[in-house]
């Protein structure tokens, strides 16, 4: 649109039409690499989402009976490779079940072959993980998610019919174990319901190094 010296015109001095001009180039640079960066993560979606439409194939889960004769189910979400934050529920809050009621799967998704291999270890020994088949890392999170809300509840609708409500919960999470237990009592059973907590006005973290 404007020649160099249409510039320089406007602004009567070369090194401010230097400055502006590689501003405004590198803003330009900048734009296109924002634009190729939101069609790459399209492409990368719209490769992700076919997997989304089908349930992902489950590895192994928990028996037909794991829920029977229990009030809840709490699943915790946990890292495929953090065998330790598994069992530091099962020996905390997990220890607390018969007291209030509830059982607790761990549902993951696929690690590297020793992740995998321990993973089934686990599964024998305590009989609580539903693993489906997808990658489970950090960079896959909404992913994880998403994919992790869809095996658990396609487990719940096959296996788990006779609960209450269920818990989603992260392992790093610290609750009130009787406090939660005392709310989900009063669980709208043939609602059908979803409760969350809603941040009233809560800013969402844009860091660059934030989730
Ligand atoms: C859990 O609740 C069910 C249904 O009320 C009951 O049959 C069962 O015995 C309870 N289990 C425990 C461990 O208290
Ligand atoms: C995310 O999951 C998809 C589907 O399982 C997989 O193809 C992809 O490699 C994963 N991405 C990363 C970075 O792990
Ligand atoms: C329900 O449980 C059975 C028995 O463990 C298992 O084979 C099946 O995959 C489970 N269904 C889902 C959707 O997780």
Redesign the pocket.
């Known amino acids: 649109m404007f020649t160099k010296q249409g510039w320089a015109v406007m602004f009567d001095e070369e090194s401010r039409v230097t400055i502006l001009s590689t501003g405004s180039f590198s803003m330009l640079t900048f734009c296109i690499f924002v634009a190729s960066v939101a069609i790459n993560k399209y492409e990368e979606d719209k490769r992700i989402v076919p997997k989304l439409i089908e349930?992902p194939s489950?590895i192994?889960?928990?028996?037909?009976e794991?829920c029977d004769g229990f009030l809840y189910l709490i699943a915790v979400y946990t890292r495929v490779n953090e065998p330790e934050a598994r069992n530091r529920f099962r020996n905390s809050y997990g220890s607390l079940s018969s007291k209030y009621n509830f059982t607790v799967i761990f549902p993951l998704g696929t690690g590297d072959g020793e992740a995998n291999n321990g993973v089934m270890q686990e599964y024998h020994q305590f009989g609580d993980i539903?693993q489906?088949n997808f990658d489970d890392s950090f960079r896959n999170l909404t992913l994880k998610a998403g994919i992790t809300s869809y095996?658990?509840s396609?487990?719940?609708?096959?296996?788990?019919t006779s609960v209450r409500a269920v818990l989603k919960l992260d392992d790093d999470v610290e609750w009130n174990v009787q406090k939660m237990v005392a709310k989900m009592a009063t669980v709208d059973v043939k609602g059908k319901r979803l409760y969350c907590e809603v941040r009233q006005c809560g800013i969402p973290q844009r860091l660059k190094g934030g989730k």
């Open positions: 349930p489950v192994v889960a928990p028996s037909h794991f539903l489906t095996s658990i396609n487990f719940v609708r096959e296996n788990c």
